[in-house]
């Protein structure tokens, strides 16, 4: 092969493994699915417990529009805590979900859903670890 072909071939390798990685890493930062893990009280004392939890998460008619059932696990069943509304960045990678008492904020890292629960004066009341469910 002549200098060219070789050059034209890299690059059509190139073109279409940064293809293949972009559509991998927007499957991975896909929010929507089971998510199962743990949220975590931060402040202490208070009338928050920690929990085992499962968060089921829709998108809605907008492209950016989620909506999170939140459910806590009590005595092996689940308990339903309420849907809220979220909205997402772009990637889908970045959560947000405004309450009145508080914003949930969360980040899809692969199979990982990361986030926290901050009052209005941005004290962090909850931390969120929780795994894809398969």
């Known amino acids: ?3 060219r072909t070789n050059l034209i071939a890299l690059a ?3 073109s279409l493994a940064h293809v293949a990685f972009a559509q991998d890493v927007a499957a ?3 929010p929507v699915g089971v998510w199962r893990g743990t949220s975590k009280c931060m402040v202490r004392p208070s ?3 920690d929990e085992v939890t499962v968060y089921r998460i829709v998108r809605v ?3 950016d529009s989620l909506t999170m059932d939140a459910f806590r696990i009590v005595n092996g069943q689940e308990d339903d805590m309420g849907v ?6 772009e990637s889908g ?6 309450m009145p008492n508080g914003v949930w904020r969360f980040a899809i890292r692969g199979d990982s ?5 901050k009052s209005p004066d941005n004290r962090k009341l909850r931390d969120v670890r929780a795994a894809r469910s398969h």
């Not at 859903?113 to 629960?117: A, E, K, S």
């Open 1 to 3: 092969m002549s200098g």
């Open 113 to 117: 859903l990361v986030g926290d629960l």
């Open 84 to 89: 809220i509304g979220c909205r997402s960045a």
């Open 61 to 63: 008619n907008a492209s």
């Open 47 to 49: 009338a928050c417990n």
């Open 12 to 14: 059509a390798a190139c």
């Open 93 to 98: 990678a970045l959560i947000t979900c405004t």
């Open 28 to 30: 991975k930062s896909n």
